[in-house]
């Protein structure tokens, strides 16, 4: 394992592996320069990321990691917010590697989860003045959600305004992350039920959706067909593709 030169911020992230480092005060006083050919590296964001791919990995069988975010030790919420922290104080031209951002747990949801940037899984961003009867219809389907205290979900949504991997509960993702999530929730959702079903089906049926869906980029029509949430007359729900 390379040996790193690294600044307060990567010595706290990774403060559980002291061993990681060479030594702060000797490195200052010597003005130890980077040897790659030693193996002794300038701890970059992309180590950064690669650490916490290895950190904060998947379950076995699962797309997340649980999390105790009130726990003693990281990863804890006060770590995870200087992880975001991190990143944010990063040069304005830096921006992270897709597949490097990809694989670690970093995004927490309403469930003690951490789930990884930028795919349809996950957790999305409320924005202040969604209706609530959506949000509770979501929270009853249990799809993931960004949560977090006001510090850490501030900087979460700062991070996803930057680098886009994080994204709102918008038509557009909402129709991902549900067609994603499908057999998990459909599960739950054997019949009709009103207070689920109507926030869901009025906020895909709204001018602004149907505006939205007529950008063909944008255009998630397939996906809803799919999604098993459609009522019937007596009660069943069923998905309108491959239903007459």
């Known amino acids: 394992r390379p040996a790193y030169l690294a600044g307060p911020a990567e010595r706290q992230i990774f403060s559980q592996s002291p061993q990681w480092f060479l030594d702060s005060d000797y490195a200052k006083l ?20 690669a650490h916490l791919a290895a950190l904060l990995a998947k379950e076995a ?3 997340f990691v649980t999390w105790t975010p009130g726990g003693s030790a990281p990863p804890n919420e006060t770590w995870l917010t200087s992880v975001f922290q991190f990143f944010l104080d990063q040069p304005a031209s830096w921006s992270p590697d897709a597949d490097l951002l990809s694989k670690p747990c970093i995004v927490p949801d309403q469930h003690n989860r951490l789930w990884p940037c930028g795919n349809n899984l996950t957790p999305l961003l409320v924005p202040p003045n969604l209706d609530p009867r ?9 799809v993931q959600l960004a949560t977090a205290g006001p510090q850490l979900l501030k900087l979460i949504e700062a991070f996803a305004a930057r680098f886009a991997k994080i994204w709102s509960v918008t038509p557009r993702d909402l129709a991902d992350t549900l067609h994603e999530s499908r057999g998990a929730w459909g599960a739950k959702l054997l019949k009709y039920d009103a207070p689920t079903c109507e926030p869901i089906l009025q906020f ?3 001018e602004e959706s149907l505006q939205s869906f007529r950008t063909p980029a944008i255009d ?3 996906k809803l067909r799919e999604l098993p949430i459609f009522p ?3 009660g069943d729900l069923v998905a ?3 239903n007459q």
């Open 30 to 49: 010597t003005a130890f320069p980077e040897i790659q050919s030693a193996q002794v590296l300038q701890m970059t964001p992309e180590h950064v990321l």
């Open 61 to 63: 069988d699962k797309h």
């Open 134 to 142: 959506l949000r509770g219809a979501l929270q009853t389907l249990a």
């Open 204 to 206: 895909f049926a709204s």
């Open 220 to 222: 998630r029509s397939d």
């Open 232 to 234: 019937c007359q007596n």
């Open 240 to 242: 309108i593709k491959g």
